[in-house]
């Protein structure tokens, strides 16, 4: 007697389920699924290839300056913020 295929097996289960299932319950799992292996990925593996090292070419000013504002948000590549440096 011939034994099925390992994948005949899963396919076999995978439309037993589809057909005990509603349709919206299958789509509910197979988004599920992708969501879950996507935040696993997220959380395992680097995203982007940052620099090793940061390396300065001016004096750094100080932190209640504009100017550390400035180099703060190309540093980090984003938006400046236009508000008054805190007065602590």
Do not use: C, Y
Request: glycine share 6%; hydrophobic share 45%; proline share 9%.
């Amino acid at each position: 007697m011939a034994r099925a295929p390992r994948n005949a097996k899963r396919t076999t289960r995978l439309r037993e389920f589809a057909s005990t299932h509603p349709w919206w319950q299958t789509a509910l799992l197979v988004i599920g699924l992708l969501a879950l292996i996507t935040a696993v990925g997220g959380l395992f593996f680097r995203v982007g290839d940052g620099p090793r090292e940061i390396v300065l070419n001016a004096q750094v000013p100080p932190v209640s300056s504009p100017e550390f504002t400035i180099a703060l948000s190309h540093l980090v590549n984003g938006p400046s913020s236009a508000a008054e440096p805190s007065r602590s």
